[in-house]
């Protein structure tokens, strides 16, 4: 089992962990032993995520975006027309207020959730590992969800008419990358998953291999419950 952590006086800049997570994550997670920084990473997630989000809220053809909102909810009828009342009496700030909110609300309890969920297991396995190395580990594989800001950012500015629809919005989820899918429930489900995603849950792997000291197919096993769990469930009520 790993030993306790012991403080080191000379720990890494913030900036070589972010280089090191994308180019050299091993080196990147004996840092974030070292120093366990939260705040930059999940700040810098939560930031420009926002920043993105404004954007296209901003630009965005409002009475287009509820049409293409309720397209993809199947509602017909009295149902509809009820649908686009209650969004229309909702202004674009209002949509764009909810989404920073939502969205910053849902980073922040992914990482808290993994990092619970890490916690326990490395208390389980006496890997003496506590709460905030995890969630530091969390935050920091978390960093190719950058990919998908820039991403989305230049889709946003190629989208002359603001007619961007909010399932197209990031090319690097599945959906969008040419996974075939006409069910709007289960493009929901995909559209959450994105190849930025899947980096940084390689990553997660990797280091809690590397701090834990276990087999590789351990690691996927321990890492990846959660998220065949969320998502098993998620498509059973789709499909069931």
Do not use: H
Request: charged share 10%.
């Amino acid at each position: 089992m790993t030993e306790a952590i012991t403080e080191d006086s000379s720990k890494p800049s913030l900036l070589s962990i972010f280089v090191n997570i994308i180019t050299a994550p091993q080196d990147a997670f004996g840092q974030i032993r070292q120093r366990p920084s939260k705040l930059v990473p999940l700040t810098a997630i939560m930031v420009s995520m926002g920043l993105v989000l404004a954007w296209y809220f901003q630009m965005l053809d409002f009475d287009w975006y509820i049409d293409e909102v309720l397209a993809q909810t199947g509602a017909e009828g009295d149902e509809l027309e009820q649908a686009r009342d209650a969004m229309q009496s909702l202004s674009r700030t209002s949509f764009m207020i909810l989404g920073l909110l939502g969205s910053s609300a849902a980073i922040l309890a992914i990482n808290l959730l993994q990092a619970m969920y890490l916690s326990l297991a490395s208390a389980l396995g006496n890997d003496r590992l506590s709460f905030g190395y995890w969630f530091s580990l969390s935050c920091w594989c978390g960093m190719p969800a950058l990919l998908s800001v820039i991403a989305i950012a230049v889709n946003i500015a190629l989208s002359s008419n603001g007619q961007l629809s909010p399932f197209d919005m990031d090319p690097l989820a599945l959906p969008n990358l040419g996974v075939p899918v006409t069910d709007p429930s289960m493009r929901s489900l995909l559209n959450s998953i994105s190849l930025p995603m899947i980096w940084g849950l390689v990553l997660l792997i990797l280091g809690y291999r590397q701090w834990s000291e276990r087999s590789l197919g351990f690691t996927v096993a321990i890492v990846g419950m959660p998220y065949v769990l969320v998502y098993g469930v998620w498509a059973y009520f789709i499909l069931g």
